[in-house]
């Protein structure tokens, strides 16, 4: 079946501009993260979605940034007022329920900010 | 909190041989999952294998194999018969079982390369 897909595949953007990332996750998984992927912090965990549970937000790094997951499935990333230091691959998983499942990646979107 | 740690940035094998990346991981919990992910340049992450901390025996998928040794903390990747296939970077990961704290713990990864 298919995968978990990500779009764009790239963005580029300018310092001050907000961006919106995209999920599709397997169907039928009720679990989706967001991790950062950087040269200088290697992979970060972002925030995770379970269900209808209230998401784990605990590892957004600052209130530029949030997450939503529409009708349990396809989640938006969006980074307002974009930084330099926000340059990175935005990778998103999902799994077929919460702990106890392998999470599945997408190929990640590349976000470069000038 | 956890962490997990991989000290070495970058191995080479000769195609064909065998070769072992190095993981060590920091917890107090007793239950827990680790993984192996393996990265292409495509940026796909891909699992290779994973291990459960409550079973003893060490998983195994076709040629990649672990060594899980619970005490020291310790969860490498041998990769025997090397391919050119597998050179990619190699992500060590740990995962709790407790609470909701469903996200995974990397380390900061290993690039392999193989020579033909």
């Known amino acids: 079946g298919a995968g978990v897909s990500q779009s764009p595949s790239n963005k580029v953007t300018e310092k001050g501009k907000d961006v919106e990332l995209r999920c599709d996750p397997i169907?039928?998984?009720?679990?989706l993260y967001w991790y950062r992927q950087s040269l200088g912090q290697g992979l970060e965990f972002l925030i995770y979605f379970q269900g209808n549970s209230a998401p784990d937000k605990s590892g957004l790094p600052s209130d530029r940034f949030s997450a939503e997951r529409t009708g349990g499935s396809v989640s938006t990333l969006t980074i307002q007022r974009t930084q330099q230091e926000d340059s990175a691959v935005y990778l998103c998983?999902?799994?077929?329920?919460?702990?106890?499942?392998?999470?599945?990646f997408g190929p990640g979107t590349r976000l470069l900010v000038l | 909190a956890q962490t997990v740690t991989q000290s070495q940035p970058e191995m080479s094998v000769q195609e064909a041989e065998t070769v072992t990346l190095s993981c060590t991981y920091d917890?107090?919990?007793?239950?827990?999952?680790l993984f192996w992910y393996k990265q292409p340049p495509s940026r796909q992450m891909i699992l290779v294998i994973r291990q459960e901390a409550y079973k003893q025996q060490n998983a195994t998928e076709n040629r990649f194999s672990v060594n899980f040794q619970k005490a020291a903390k310790s969860f490498s990747l041998k990769i025997s018969d090397s391919q050119l296939g597998d050179a990619a970077m190699y992500f060590c990961?740990?995962?709790?079982?407790?609470?909701?704290?469903?996200?995974?713990?990397f380390g900061k990864g290993t690039k392999l390369s193989v020579k033909p």
């Open positions: 917890t107090s919990e007793s239950d827990y999952y």
């Open positions: 990961a740990y995962r709790s079982m407790l609470g909701s704290q469903g996200n995974l713990i």
């Open positions: 998983a999902s799994s077929a329920s919460g702990r106890e499942e392998t999470q599945y």
């Open positions: 169907s039928g998984h009720t679990a």
